[in-house]
């Protein structure tokens, strides 16, 4: 049996997965590019592009560089106005 904590869980990663993945495509469209164009500046394919921002999937810590270097940010900048990412 599964107490409310870790039923709750699942939940919350999800939400972080969500509120993350708005966040690399706000950016992305606040540079005026498409997961094509940030696809090729970061050599990621576009399904993985797409899967992060659809909160499908999580970047590895080498995908957090590529992405920020390709939107001229810093990796700390992509966390900015997220909720807490490490429960």
Do not use: Y
Not at 3 to 18: C, D, V
Not at 46 to 65: F, K, N, P, S, Y
């Amino acid at each position: 049996m599964h107490n409310l904590k870790t039923m709750s869980r699942p939940n919350e990663e999800a939400k972080n997965l969500a509120a993350f993945g708005e966040k690399i495509a706000a950016l992305r469209q606040k540079r005026g590019l498409t997961q094509d164009e940030l696809a090729d500046k970061t050599g990621l394919s576009v399904d993985t592009i797409g899967a992060i921002e659809q909160g499908r999937r999580w970047a590895r810590l080498t995908t957090l560089h590529k992405l920020a270097k390709a939107l001229g940010i810093s990796t700390d900048e992509l966390f900015k106005g997220v909720r807490h990412f490490l429960v």
